[in-house]
């Protein structure tokens, strides 16, 4: 084996990558917590912002919400 | 409109001066800008693309260290994958917004028109006296907005990380790519806005906008020659300007005059559309 | 008094289907003014055009005035069924961004939002999500909307068809000062709403023009006296009510112009005569139930009403 992967010289690296993940996750939470009426039951939408890297957060900002005028 | 030229007889009087049209664009420019504000396009989809944009070099340099861990290869293998150029690496880049980041903006766009006109929105704001023109130009605007805006934050988040973890590229060469991909984004949302006043589905606009899209960009893979001056050739020559160098100048500035002109005349025939068939609701 | 808006031959047809075909009628300044119709009668199609949303398939329209101002939109306030604004602006800068599309400016466009909140009734909701409106607050909002560049002309699709009945008597109050400062046309399928409000009536149906004029003048051209008769339940009276109203309903058949009735309804047990000459019918019909010792528990003259007279040209 060669050298192990270092946490410590990677993590600065991608320590944006997360913190940007983190910000949609958080948006995407914040807007179904406020949202009237979601498409589909509101808790499998957080578990999707949650668990789905990257994509839950899109899927709710295209699909996720109803509005009307 | 046979009743606006009975009533007035001179034809500067029909149409409202310049200036005042101008305004009335700029106030309808501003509230879209204003709703991408509140429904957080503005922010999510910048970010987006910023993801993308670093995902790729990280994950080209950890690449082979992942696979080593990956723990699936016998013992002994000898992992030896040469780290591509850097000038390779924004290539690729590219490449990801062109499926990833193409979707993500059809997605956004594709209601926007429709949306409106489906709610019956569209009918309180057209009976006023704004031109069909600048209704969808407006739009058209504010999304180019989102989509320059997303693909710059993106594309120079990716060539700070690719001089980061791999190596420099020149900045005339990244910024003389971002323009042109930015054309063939410019593209791809002005026909998903034209999409959107022709159909009343937002889904039937998406699906249509992101077809074409392919389309056009695997006839432009396949038939280099033939099709080099298609808009679907832009990604290609994009890609080329940053790693080589675009090699046929006079396909390029031919493809760049036919994306110009192929927008006009889809803003045009958006309107155009909608003014055949604004029985909005 | 001018002629606001003269409309001939205005003709609309979606593929084989005439929606309306060739109505003119005019709008005098400073009139309120009703187009009356059953639901599917073209009142919509016709609103559409005027307000420029549909292009029609024949016909003109003149604008008094669009000369000057050029666009005749310019000169036009529209307030759709159900009106559709953008949920996530405020009252507010709905209202400022409907007078700037307009070509108010940005100072001009913020006082008249300003008072026309106030003057709707909404002022205490201006800076909260439209999204949040309830009905009634968003026919108001529309109403706001189609006022904030002082038009000539308001044209509004059934204003008050949508609300319950305690926002529609507030919105009718709304309309009947609106209607001393400018122009109204508005549509609706209900007679009492044209009633209170309008000096013109349009009745409309099948996408023409059945019957229009000042409603006064409607109601006293067409009125007409009537009888109504009631009698006891009991088997001979009843059956002379059948036999009597068989025998004028023939007579009706016959076309006799001279003949005393012009018309009979019978409805829950009352009969209603419409007649040519009250003295001579009221004295025949007395003594022929005098004659026949019917019981009767009712005889009341009148006229007939507007609502008659709608019915009549609605269905007729």
């Known amino acids: 084996m060669k050298e192990s992967i270092d946490l410590s010289q990677i993590l600065p690296i991608i320590a944006p990558i997360i913190v940007i993940q983190l910000i949609l996750m958080v948006i995407a939470l914040v807007l179904c917590a406020k949202a009237e009426r979601t498409r589909g039951p509101k808790w499998v939408w957080v578990l999707i912002i949650i668990f789905v890297n990257i994509f839950g957060p899109i899927a709710f900002f295209i699909a996720g919400r109803r509005t009307d005028g | 409109m046979s009743s606006e030229a009975k009533a007035s007889p001179s034809v500067s009087v029909a149409n409202p001066p310049l200036s005042s049209s101008m305004t009335r664009y700029r106030v309808m420019v501003e509230k879209e800008l204003l709703e991408l504000v509140r429904s957080f396009k503005l ?36 992992i030896d994958i040469p780290l591509p150029q850097a000038a390779e690496v924004l290539a690729q880049t590219l490449q990801q917004f062109g499926t990833l980041g193409i979707l993500v903006l059809v997605l956004v766009c594709m209601g926007t028109v429709s949306g409106e006109r489906n709610s019956g929105a569209a009918s309180l704001i057209l009976v006023k006296p704004v031109s069909l023109l600048s209704y969808v130009g407006s739009k058209w605007t504010a999304m180019l907005m989102l989509a320059w805006g997303s693909l710059a934050a993106g594309y120079l988040a990716s060539w700070y990380y690719t001089g980061l973890l791999i190596g420099a590229v020149p900045l005339n060469k990244v910024i003389g790519s971002l323009l042109i991909y930015g054309l063939w984004l410019s593209f791809v949302v002005t026909t998903a806005i034209l999409f959107s006043s022709l159909l009343r589905s937002p889904a039937a606009a998406a699906f249509s906008s992101l077809v074409s899209s392919i389309v056009l960009s695997l006839l432009a893979g396949l038939f280099p020659k033939a099709l080099g001056w298609s808009p679907g050739a832009l990604s290609g020559f994009a890609s080329q300007a940053v790693a080589t160098g675009i090699s046929d100048s006079g396909e390029f500035s031919l493809a760049i005059l036919v994306v110009f002109i192929g927008m006009i005349a889809a803003v045009c025939a958006a309107a155009g559309a909608l003014r055949r068939s604004s029985a909005v609701e | 008094m001018t002629t606001l808006l003269q409309v001939k031959g205005l003709s609309k047809s979606f593929g084989a289907v005439k929606a309306v075909s060739d109505i003119d009628f005019t709008i005098k300044e400073g009139h309120c003014v009703a187009l009356l119709g059953p639901n599917g009668a073209g009142k919509t199609t016709t609103i559409r055009m005027i307000t420029g949303l549909l292009k029609q398939t024949s016909g003109e329209m003149e604008f008094q005035g669009a000369a000057e101002s050029g666009h005749h939109r310019s000169l036009i306030g529209y307030l759709p069924q159900s009106p559709s604004f ?231």
């Open chain 2, 43 to 78: 922010l999510w989809v910048p970010l987006v693309f910023i993801l993308l944009g670093i995902m790729q070099p990280v994950s080209t340099y950890y690449m082979p260290a992942i696979l080593e861990h990956a723990g699936s290869l016998p013992d002994g293998t000898v």
């Open chain 3, 86 to 316: 953008y949920s996530w602006m405020t009252g507010t800068e709905y209202l400022v961004y409907a007078g700037r599309l307009c070509g108010l400016s940005a100072a001009t466009a913020k006082l008249r939002t300003k008072a026309l909140l106030e003057r709707v009734g909404i002022s205490g909701a201006a800076k909260r999500r439209i999204g949040s409106y309830s009905g009634g607050m968003k026919q108001r909002l529309g109403l706001a909307q189609a006022l904030v560049h002082q038009p000539k002309l308001l044209v509004m699709d059934e204003p008050v068809s949508a609300l319950d009945p305690l926002g529609r008597k507030e919105v009718l109050e709304l309309l009947r000062e609106l209607k001393q400062e400018t122009t109204v046309l508005f549509s609706t399928h209900v007679l009492h709403d044209a009633e209170a409000l309008c000096d013109d009536v349009i009745i409309i149906r099948n996408g023409q023009i059945a019957l229009q004029g000042a409603i006064d003048r409607i109601r006293e051209d067409h009125r007409k006296p009537t009888i109504e008769l009631q009698v006891e339940q009991d088997e001979h009276s009843q059956r002379w009510m059948t036999s009597f109203s068989r025998r004028i309903q023939s007579l009706l058949n016959k076309k006799d112009e001279g003949a005393l009735f012009q018309d009979i309804q019978l409805q829950n047990g009352i009969a209603r005569f419409t007649v040519r000459e009250m003295d001579a019918a009221r004295r025949m019909l007395m003594e022929e139930l005098a004659h026949e010792q019917v019981k009767v528990s009712r005889l009341e003259v009148g006229h007939t009403s507007l609502e008659d007279l709608f019915m009549k040209v609605v269905t007729g």
